[in-house]
C-alpha cells in the first residue's frame, strides 16, 4: 500500500533521506506520518492510538540521532509503527501483524533499527542501559542510547530497577518519558499523580521557562558554577513542586515537561541532550491518539479498534444473523460478579488490563472490590496473596504470557504458603496477531510444576464458570484456570453454577483404536474432528482432561488399559505440557503405548490469526483428522456409542 497524501513522505525510506529536509518541514512529515498511519491501519488493523501520539517524538528521534549506530529502544513496542515506516518498511509496512508480514513490535531479527524486542512492558531502561554500558566499555563515547518509555509502562518495577541501576553509572543514556496519562486502560498509582502534578503546575512551568536563561548564563562561569547550577535546579524543582523531584533523587538530570507535538522544538532539545553527560530524563507530553479526533476522545477503545472507516471513524464489524458465543473474557467478567455478589470474600485484581481481561466489569459494579494495580504482574501476584493471608479470596487476571513475569511470587508467596489465590489466565495459547511475545504457551507446563497449584483449562463457557465457582471454595490453595483470546462455543451459557470435582476429567465419547486426551478450547477441534472421522467409519475415543493437575488418574487407567494409540491435545507447549504428563504417568505406571503429542512445537511461533497459527503447529481440526487417520482402522459402521 503506497497510496501517500502528500509530497514528502513518499521520499523517505530511511533516516539518512528524512536528514536531507530542513527542520521547518518537519510539520509536514509529520502529518504525512500520521496520516498514512490512519490510512494503512484503518484498512489492516493493528494498534492505533499509542503510534499516533509519538509521531513528532518519532520524527524529531530519526531525525536528532544517528540511528541505527545511536540505539533507540521502545517500550512498549506499539508505539512504534511510525518507526517502522522511517526505517525501510514503509512498503511493507500493509503487511504487519500478518502472517509472514512484518511484526507489530520492534523486532531485532527485522530490521537493524529495532534494536530490542519489546513486546512487554518497561524493559527499554535497562536494555539501553545495558547497550550504554557496553558502548561505555569498547570505547564507543559518541554513541547515544535512547529509551522511550511510556509512563504505563514506568509503573512496572523493572522500570524502577533500571533507573536505580543507571543513576551510578557513567553512561550515555537518555530515558524519554512519553507521558500521556495512558496504558491501554488509563493509568492509575502515585507516580500517575506525581507527573500530572509536574505537567499542570503553573508555577512550576512558568517559573522553569523564565528561569532557564539566568541558569544557562550562570553556567558559562566555569565548573564550579556548574555545580551551583545544578543545585539551584534541584532547588526550585522541589520547592515549586512541594516535593523533591523523584528522577533527580535517583540521580537523572530532568528536562522538561515539554510539548511532544512540537516537532521543531523536540528536535533541538534533543540536540542540546546529546551533548549533556551521564543519564538524563525527558518528560514528554503527548495525546494518545493525536490527529485522530475520535481516539483522542476515547483512548482505550481507540488502541486497537480492528478495522475502521477514517473518514467516519465507524468501526466495522460484522454483523452475525444469529446469536453469537461470547468470549471466554467475558465469561470470566459477569461470572465473576455473580460469584461476588454471593461470595463478600471475592476480590479482583489485574495489573493494567481491566479491559482486556474484561475486569472492568466488576470495577463498574464493585469499585471498592476490584483492583488495577498497574504494570506490575510481580506485585499484581504478591498483593494477591496478602489479600488472602486476611481471608480474601483474590481472582487475580493476567493475561498468560504476562504471567511469566511474575513466577517467582506465584512459587515464594501463594504456593509454599498455601494460600487461595485464583489465577485466571486470558489469552492462553496461541494468541494471534501479537506474535511470539503475546502466545501464552508455557502456562500449563509451569504451572503444573508448582507444589499446591491446581491446574485447570475449561472446553467451553459453562466449564469456566464453573471451574471458578470451584476454585473459591473453602480450602482450595491456588488455583490457575486458563482460557483462549477469542469466543467459546455456548450461546445459552449462563447456566446454574456447580462445584466440580478437582482432577476428576470426563468422557466426551467412546471409540476404538485411539483415545484422543484434549485439555481446554481445543477439545471443540477434537469434538469436530471426530463427527469428521465418524462419518468414514473411523470411531475415536475422546476424553476431556478438565486439569493438568491433578490427573484423573482413573480415568487414565482405564484409557491405558484400552488403548494402544493415544493422541494429547494441548493449546500449548508440548516440552512439559500436559502431553509430558500424561508420559509420566504412563512411564510411572508401566503401560505401555504410543502416544503422539500435538501442540505447539518447540520454536517461538510468529504472529497470525489463531486459526492460522493452529493450522500451522498441527492440531487444529484437520491436523486431529490426519492424526488419527494415520492409525485408526476404518469400518463400515457410521456411528460408536457413548
Request: glycine share 8%; with cysteine.
Amino acid at each position: 500500500m503506497e497510496d501517500i497524501n502528500g509530497p514528502l513522505l513518499p521520499n523517505i525510506n530511511y533516516p539518512t533521506d528524512l536528514k536531507q529536509y530542513k527542520e521547518q518541514d518537519l510539520e509536514q512529515i509529520c502529518k504525512e506520518l500520521r496520516q498514512y498511519i490512519i490510512d494503512v491501519v484503518s484498512v489492516n488493523g493493528g494498534h492505533f492510538g499509542a503510534s499516533l501520539g509519538v509521531v513528532e517524538l518519532t520524527v524529531a528521534l530519526h531525525y536528532a540521532l544517528n540511528t541505527p549506530y545511536d540505539k533507540l529502544v521502545w517500550d512498549v513496542g506499539h508505539q512504534a509503527y511510525g518507526h517502522k515506516i522511517l526505517t525501510g518498511r514503509r512498503s511493507v509496512f500493509h503487511t504487519n501483524r500478518i502472517l509472514n508480514g512484518i511484526s507489530g513490535f520492534p523486532k531485532i531479527s527485522e530490521s537493524e533499527y529495532d534494536t530490542f524486542g519489546v513486546g512487554h512492558s518497561s524493559t527499554s531502561i535497562s536494555a539501553a542501559l545495558g547497550m550504554a554500558v557496553a558502548s561505555h566499555y569498547k570505547g564507543e563515547t559518541d554513541r547515544q542510547h535512547v529509551a522511550v518509555i511510556g509512563d504505563g509502562a514506568m509503573t512496572a518495577g523493572l522500570a524502577f530497577e533500571g533507573l536505580n541501576h543507571a543513576g551510578i553509572e557513567n553512561s550515555n543514556l537518555l530515558v524519554i518519558l512519553n507521558d500521556n496519562c495512558m496504558s491501554i486502560d488509563p493509568n492509575v498509582g502515585a507516580l500517575k499523580e506525581y507527573l500530572t502534578n509536574i505537567t499542570t503546575s503553573k508555577s512550576y512551568n512558568r517559573f522553569r521557562d523564565d528561569i532557564s536563561n539566568v541558569l544557562i548564563k550562570l553556567s558559562e562561569l566555569g565548573p564550579n558554577a556548574h555545580k551551583f547550577v545544578k543545585k539551584i535546579e534541584k532547588s526550585i524543582k522541589g520547592t515549586l513542586l512541594k516535593q523533591s523531584n523523584l528522577f533527580e533523587a535517583l540521580n537523572f538530570r530532568y528536562f522538561g515537561p515539554v510539548d511532544g507535538h512540537d516537532v521543531v522544538r523536540l528536535t533541538q532539545v534533543i540536540k542540546d541532550l546529546k551533548e549533556i553527560p551521564g543519564p538524563k530524563l525527558l518528560h514528554c507530553v503527548t495525546v494518545k491518539g493525536k490527529g485522530f479526533a475520535l481516539a483522542e476522545k476515547d483512548q482505550t477503545k481507540w488502541h486497537a479498534p480492528g478495522l475502521f472507516d477514517k473518514i467516519t471513524g465507524e468501526i466495522k464489524k460484522s454483523v452475525p444473523d444469529k446469536p453469537q458465543p461470547p468470549k471466554y473474557q467475558d465469561v470470566f467478567g459477569h461470572t465473576l460478579v455473580e460469584l461476588a455478589e454471593a461470595n463478600k470474600k471475592i476480590v479482583g485484581v489485574t495489573p493494567a488490563m481491566p479491559s482486556g481481561s474484561s475486569m472492568n466489569i466488576m470495577m463498574k459494579a464493585m469499585p471498592a472490590r476490584a483492583f488495577d494495580v498497574g504494570i506490575a504482574e510481580q506485585h499484581a501476584v504478591t498483593f494477591s496473596a496478602g489479600l488472602a493471608t486476611q481471608g480474601l479470596i483474590p481472582f487475580c487476571n493476567i493475561y498468560s504470557s504476562f504471567m511469566q513475569r511474575a513466577y517467582d511470587q506465584v512459587i515464594h508467596d501463594v504456593a509454599i504458603q498455601n494460600l487461595n489465590v485464583i489465577f485466571c489466565l486470558d489469552r492462553a495459547g496461541l494468541a494471534g496477531a501479537d506474535g511470539a511475545t503475546h502466545h501464552g504457551a508455557y502456562d500449563l507446563a509451569y504451572m503444573r510444576s508448582i507444589p499446591h497449584m491446581t491446574v485447570a483449562a475449561p472446553m467451553n463457557e459453562e466449564e469456566l464458570r464453573n471451574l471458578m465457582y470451584t476454585a473459591q471454595q473453602d480450602n482450595m490453595g491456588p488455583f490457575s484456570i486458563r482460557y483462549p483470546r477469542g469466543n467459546g462455543v455456548i450461546v445459552d451459557w449462563k447456566r446454574p453454577l456447580k462445584a466440580l470435582e478437582v482432577g476428576k476429567g470426563r468422557k466426551i465419547c467412546d471409540g476404538e483404536d485411539v483415545a484422543i486426551l484434549t485439555i481446554g478450547h481445543v477439545g471443540n477441534f477434537a469434538v469436530d474432528a471426530c463427527k469428521e472421522l465418524n462419518s468414514e467409519g473411523i470411531h475415536p475415543a475422546h476424553y476431556d482432561l478438565r486439569f493438568a493437575k491433578p490427573l484423573d488418574q482413573a480415568m487414565l487407567h482405564d484409557v491405558f488399559k484400552r488403548y494402544k494409540h493415544i493422541i494429547t491435545i494441548e493449546d500449548g507447549c508440548v516440552q512439559g505440557g500436559v502431553g509430558s504428563a500424561i508420559l509420566e504417568f504412563m512411564a510411572d505406571n508401566a503401560y505401555n503405548a504410543q502416544v503422539i503429542r500435538l501442540g505447539i512445537p518447540d520454536d517461538f511461533i510468529e504472529h497470525g490469526e489463531q486459526a492460522e497459527l493452529w493450522a500451522l503447529c498441527g492440531y487444529d481440526t484437520a491436523a486431529i483428522i490426519n492424526t488419527v487417520k494415520k492409525i485408526a482402522v476404518s469400518r463400515t459402521t457410521k456411528t460408536m456409542a457413548s
